[in-house]
């Protein structure tokens, strides 16, 4: 015997629709739900064992733009989920190292223009720190180099996203 009428419509999981999933997200979806499960009581745990490959097929260039609009997405988790991260406070001490940078050049000498700089690569590699074993220092080193341009696209987003902050999300 055939199926006839209409599928029935997808129904949001109770937890879900408890909590307040947003379905429009497609930048922070899975940092914004275990923020908002955490919130609401919830309790999450690690699963032992668990493996997960994530696999890219962006382009470097598209990479980078996708950490720019990240960055510029997660300038609003502070305000919108009342937490500060760590990646909040390397945001505030990278811009703080351009505006002293900047400052310098002006009062100073222009070698204080290197101190931006200097700070997206001591954040990128501490960026790939987190990510790569250190050995062997050819690989890691190799990591370094394309880490350090993709966290800064995702910093300058962060500031780009600055009035998302102090507006709110939307």
């Known amino acids: 015997m055939g199926c006839r009428g209409r599928a029935p419509a997808p129904t949001t999981p109770p937890i879900f629709a408890r909590t307040g999933f947003d379905p429009r997200d497609r930048l922070g979806e899975d940092f914004r739900l275990a923020a908002r499960l955490l919130r609401d009581g919830h309790r999450l745990r690690r699963v032992p064992g668990l493996t997960v490959r994530h696999e890219e097929s962006k382009t470097y260039a598209r990479a980078l733009r996708w950490r720019f609009d990240n960055g510029i997405d997660a300038a609003s988790h502070p305000r919108e989920l009342r937490i500060l991260r760590f990646a909040d406070l390397v945001w505030v001490g990278w811009c703080g190292a351009w505006?002293?940078?900047?400052?310098?050049?002006?009062?100073?000498?222009?070698?204080?223009?290197?101190?931006?700089?200097?700070?997206?690569?001591?954040?990128?590699?501490?960026?790939?720190?987190?990510?790569?074993?250190?050995?062997?220092?050819?690989?890691?080193?190799?990591a370094c180099l394309a880490d350090v341009p993709l966290l800064t696209a995702y910093l300058a987003g962060r500031t780009v996203g600055l009035p998302r902050l102090i507006r709110g999300r939307r």
């Not at 000498?109 to 062997?136: D, E, I, Q």
């Open 99 to 142: 505006i002293v940078g900047f400052v310098g050049a002006v009062a100073a000498s222009p070698w204080w223009l290197l101190l931006g700089p200097a700070a997206s690569v001591a954040a990128g590699v501490m960026h790939a720190t987190t990510r790569f074993r250190p050995r062997p220092p050819g690989p890691f080193l190799l």
